[in-house]
């Protein structure tokens, strides 16, 4: 294969070492990729938990070749196009409580900032402008926007980039010394949402603006939440007037086997964020729901003025709005988050398999996601973690490694065949491990 030049700047990839072993693929289908040698390669990561339905979907593809040879582009700036609408109207079917209003962007980053900015903009209609500080939980990943870098929680993620907004952060729920190996929800943890009451103290009510938390922390390490945690923060939430922020980004369109995991978790915020499987990972596309009072804040003004001084070039793309509304078809009339649902006990079967292989030190798992904490090698954090992600990729399997944790995402179309060769695959690997 000929070399690779540096003219591409690829996102969170160590560029240089990519360029001498580059992992290049061609084509995909369903739960595969291909290389440019014709291997395929198993897909355990839902492209970047993102293709739920799996890839190739025609119907999608389809939809959006049409839509190109229709509409190319109209902006949403005081114009738009009846897809746009068509689209919220049949997103706000899925969502549960009053989750009634859709802003659409472009990524769960762009999604991310404009739920800050809504949230902040909601005091600020409301004559409470001195609410301006955010809570976020340490472990957390939003996307990197100025605002999701700020409210992240992982640290290689902030500290090159300076001062950012005011943010404080709650602990990861979770001890592995009581809630190792759980299955689902850990049933202990519930208490760490009192952190919030102390932060609350420490600021003033006045100061704080919202929380956002991912309802499970996903890119950090795949922490379900404890059993009456998320009820815990939206009582505190409530009853101090700041908002509750869900960054459903990942676990929204089906990965907990509902449209969004606050419906799975029984847990209404005040703003859903969501991107990724909203078009099953074909067009980028990213969309911030609000609960009526939210919305009803900023439609108290003329009706000449604009509500929001907010959007994207590219807010409701009619590729993407005519990608979106095909993944909801496909999602419906191939059943996808039920077949999520009956999965999901089988793939907790599957994955804790492996609680008993070399150097695992924990399992956490909820719906189709899984996480695999590994032991570091003595003084060198993430070797095996790399090690192991390597092996797999090498017998046909793709997962992602952050650091010593493998985490795992597939397409919600697994069958059993799959689900083994996964997991046997990563049972080889880790027993290869020094």
């Not at 952190?195 to 309802?215: F, K, M, N, R, Y």
């Not at 089906?254 to 209404?268: D, M």
């Not at 108290?300 to 993407?320: D, M, N, V």
Request: include cysteine; glycine fraction near 10%.
């Amino acid at each position: 294969m000929t070399s690779l030049s540096d003219r591409f700047w690829m996102p969170f990839t160590p560029n240089r070492r990519f360029r001498q072993d580059p992992r290049l693929f061609v084509s995909a289908d369903g739960m595969h990729y291909r290389t440019a040698a014709g291997r395929e390669v198993l897909d355990s990561l839902a492209g970047l938990w993102c293709v739920n339905a799996g890839h190739g979907q025609r119907a999608i593809s389809h939809a959006i070749g049409r839509q190109a040879e229709r509409l190319d582009f109209v902006s949403s700036f005081q114009m738009g196009h009846p897809d746009a609408f068509e689209l919220a109207d049949r997103l706000v079917e899925l969502t549960p409580g009053d989750l009634n209003h859709v802003f659409f962007c472009n990524s769960g980053s762009e999604a991310v900032d404009t739920a800050l900015k809504i949230a902040r903009a909601y005091h600020f209609v409301r004559g409470e402008g001195s609410r301006r500080r955010f809570i976020s939980r340490i472990g957390g990943y939003h996307g990197v926007g100025w605002g999701g870098v700020s409210v992240s929680g992982i640290g290689r993620h902030r500290r090159a980039f300076g001062p950012a907004l005011e943010v404080d952060h709650l602990r990861i729920p979770y001890d592995r010394s009581q809630s190792a190996f759980s299955r689902g929800q850990p049933p202990r943890g519930a208490e760490y949402a009192e952190e919030l009451t102390q932060l609350i103290g420490l600021h003033d009510a006045s100061s704080i603006a919202a929380v956002i938390v991912e309802p499970v922390i996903g890119s950090g390490g795949v922490y379900p939440p404890p059993v009456g945690y998320l009820d815990r923060l939206r009582e505190i939430c409530s009853a101090h007037g700041i908002l509750l922020i869900f960054d459903e980004v990942i676990t929204a369109f089906g990965r907990l086997g509902t449209a969004f995991a606050c419906e799975a978790l029984g847990v209404i915020p005040d703003i859903v964020t969501c991107a990724k499987g909203m078009t099953n990972g074909a067009v980028p596309m990213g969309a911030v729901f609000v609960r009526e009072p939210v919305f009803a804040a900023f439609m108290s003004g003329a009706e000449r003025q604009i509500e929001l001084f907010h959007g994207y070039t590219y807010s409701a793309h009619p590729l993407a709005c005519a990608a979106a509304l095909a993944a909801l078809d496909v999602y419906r009339d191939q059943k996808i988050f039920a077949r999520a649902r009956a999965l999901a006990p089988a793939w907790e079967t599957a994955v804790h398999s492996l609680r008993d292989e070399p150097f695992v030190a924990d399992i956490r798992n909820v719906g189709v996601l899984a996480a695999i904490d590994l032991t570091p090698l003595p003084g060198e954090p993430a070797a095996r973690g790399t090690a192991c992600g390597q092996s797999c990729f090498d017998a046909g399997v793709l997962v992602r490694t952050s650091s010593d944790t493998i985490l795992l995402s597939p397409p919600l179309i697994a069958e059993a065949k799959h689900v083994d060769q996964m997991i046997t695959t990563i049972s080889r690997a880790l027993r290869a491990l020094k």
